[in-house]
């Protein structure tokens, strides 16, 4: 069963700061993977979406890799401003067709960028 | 930009009683799902949805809990009997061509049983 981890669980960097988040996974025959952002009382608004077959995908300042050998994904957010303050989620699809229609969903890592 | 919407944002009801939670997904889309997240908790999947029948569904979803596309635009999840444990923010997402593109989420309802 596939589990995915965030680290770290919260992270305050002062504004302009480029930073990374992290997300691990245990099964790697993992399909796609993507990353999300949740605002307070709000739904999840996905970020980047990356095929197992693709290394990386970049939308603006942000770049997401996959690195599936070893289990892991890595959110590079450059430049940080305040609006980027929102928790950030991971998510992995595992092999469709064996019953994993389903994303496992890591706990999330909250980003305070600080004015 | 086309959303995906879900009514209503906040349901109190009382434990045994059914309950629907109601979503329209965007338009095109044909992929529909249900999530839900426990207060403090990670988002857990419950179920997807295609072609007018479900696709799969987690082991959450048991026989309390039902699906339907009851016309062409909405997408509803009905829990028979609620139990207090049914507490969480429940989100639907749709996606354009399944798990091959990206899944969009509406806000959620947050389902409060007492």
């Known amino acids: 069963k596939q589990e995915v981890t965030q680290i770290p669980a919260a992270l305050s960097v002062p504004e302009g700061e480029n930073l990374v988040l992290n997300c691990s996974f245990t099964d790697s025959a993992i399909y796609n993977l993507q990353w999300f952002r949740q605002d307070p009382g709000k739904g999840l608004t996905s970020l980047l979406l990356i095929q197992s077959s693709q290394r990386e995908q970049t939308s603006g300042r942000l770049n997401a890799s996959l690195d599936k050998s070893s289990g892991r994904s890595t959110l590079y957010i450059a430049a940080s401003q305040p609006g980027d303050s929102a928790t950030y989620l991971c998510?992995?699809?595992?092999?469709?067709?064996?019953?994993?229609?389903?994303?496992?969903f890591g706990k999330g890592t909250h980003l305070i960028i600080q004015p | 930009e086309p959303e995906v919407t879900q009514t209503p944002s906040h349901q109190v009801t009382q434990m045994g009683q059914e309950v629907i939670l109601r979503c329209v997904p965007i338009?095109?889309?044909?992929?529909f799902y249900w999530y839900r997240q426990i207060l403090g908790q990670k988002v857990e999947f419950l179920v997807s949805f295609y072609n007018n029948e479900i696709s799969e569904k987690s082991e959450i979803f048991d026989d309390q809990f039902s699906v339907e596309r009851p016309d062409g635009s909405n997408f509803t999840l009905k829990i028979r009997s609620t139990k207090l444990e049914d507490s969480a923010m429940y989100f639907c997402a749709s996606s354009e061509q399944g798990l091959y593109s990206p899944l969009h989420f509406g806000n959620g309802t947050r389902l409060t049983v007492t």
């Open positions: 338009s095109n889309h044909l992929y």
């Open positions: 998510a992995g699809l595992g092999n469709p067709g064996g019953g994993a229609d389903g994303l496992t």
